[in-house]
């Protein structure tokens, strides 16, 4: 019997710890498209005081959604941007603008709507005053427009906000047609991720607005203090592939000194990560490889240039300027033709090459980028090259 209950309780608490890793990698689930979602709501109790005692984060649930409301650690880091579904191409600002004029129309509209409808709103919504003057524009005369706002439904698709009924998205893009769809509520309803709400910022200016958008209230005892820097550390272990010692404050690295121990374990233990921790940081490496939305090394021409320009990177001395980061892909292009797409020999491939090669490696925080150069971060040394030794000959 003690056998029995022994492998109960290891099913459960494996049931579990996918339960936890399904709402790291995707934090909106839906009932009918998330096979994680039964075992989401099945341990929605454990979840929820885990998530809440740890990381300050709210765990909605219901009978439809699975909402993991996330805040990070820092709105300093832009390696993780929106993208084209289909492109994978970064979100600029005008996308961003009219993802939340998207929302705001439907948040105010029926419960379907057309890709024309909702273009028209967010044409109206874009001709505010505001916005004009901060220079975004939309008016849906050029193609470039409709492509925009195209990426922006694709986006909402993803998520779940929007269901497709009928019609075709590239139609609309060729004006030659339209596309229906369902607005799911429940799911729109879960999306904000903020303290306060955006209507209720006064302030001036991007910077003093987000920080009024995602402040928190202030602690105000010790007890408090504390619990405000583990939820901190705790996200950005589960957020970041690193985090830094020199990158924390002073109160974070003394209670860090402290408490590491006590709070990779409880990590480990929800989620199945693993703590790798050196003389510079810490990182919770995942066995199974299938957390992170960014993998390295991969297969590919891009993949394969990504990691020889950072074993490059992880034996220079200093800073390297771009210039000389895509003088080096240029020949490596030449040395790896037999196995690099063909368009990688054309002049200014290197440009396009070394740029996703850089935005990789700075969302996986193995380097960092000032103006013109690049520099190595510690966790980069993992892909040095150094020349082998033999123990033991003389």
């Not at 439904?153 to 497709?164: A, E, Y």
């Not at 810490?282 to 240039?305: K, N, Q």
């Not at 034996?315 to 210039?323: S, T």
Request: charged share 30%.
């Amino acid at each position: 019997m003690s056998a029995l209950a022994d492998a109960l309780a290891e099913s459960r608490a494996d049931e579990r710890r996918r339960a936890a890793r399904a709402l790291l990698k995707r934090p909106l689930l839906r009932a009918t498209e998330d096979d994680a979602f039964p075992s989401v709501r099945r341990h929605a109790p454990e979840l929820r005081e885990w998530f809440e005692r740890n990381t300050g984060w709210r765990l909605h649930i219901d009978s439809e959604v699975a909402r993991l409301v996330k805040q990070p650690a820092t709105t300093e880091d832009a390696t993780h941007p929106a993208r084209d579904t289909r492109s994978k191409q970064p979100f600029g600002r005008r996308r961003y603008v009219l993802t939340c004029l998207a929302l705001a129309a439907l948040d105010r509209g029926d419960a379907q709507i057309t890709l024309g409808k909702l273009a028209e709103q967010v044409v109206l919504g874009a001709a505010d005053p505001e916005i004009t003057a901060a220079g975004v524009t939309f008016t849906l005369e050029r193609r470039e427009e409709r492509t925009d706002l195209v990426a922006v439904v694709r986006l909402l698709l993803g998520l779940g906000v929007l269901s497709r009924v009928a019609g075709d998205e590239d139609a609309f893009v060729a004006d030659t047609g339209d596309a229906l769809y369902d607005v799911e509520r429940r799911v729109l309803a879960t999306l904000l991720a903020t303290p306060r709400g955006p209507s209720t910022i006064s302030a001036d200016g991007f910077e003093q607005r987000l920080a009024e958008l995602t402040a928190e209230i202030p602690p105000t005892t010790d007890d408090l203090r504390n619990q405000r820097i583990r939820h901190r550390l705790t996200r950005r272990l589960l957020d970041e592939p690193v985090l830094y010692y020199a990158e924390l404050a002073e109160d974070e690295r003394t209670y860090l000194a402290g408490q590491r121990t006590a709070i990779v374990r409880r990590i480990s233990e929800l989620t199945g990560l693993v703590a790798e921790v050196r003389a510079e940081g810490i990182a919770m490496v995942d066995p199974a490889d299938d957390l992170s939305d960014i993998r390295m090394p991969e297969t590919g021409t891009e993949g394969h240039a990504t990691l020889l320009l950072a074993e490059f990177l992880a034996a220079a001395d200093g800073p390297v300027p771009i210039a000389r980061l895509r003088e080096q892909l240029r020949k490596l292009a030449v040395a790896h033709k037999s196995y690099w797409r063909r368009s990688a020999l054309e002049p200014g491939a290197e440009v396009e090459l070394t740029e996703t090669a850089l935005t990789k490696l700075a969302a996986l925080r193995l380097v960092t980028r000032t103006g013109d150069e690049a520099r190595a971060l510690p966790a980069l040394a993992r892909y040095a090259v150094t020349e082998p030794s033999i123990q033991g000959q003389s």
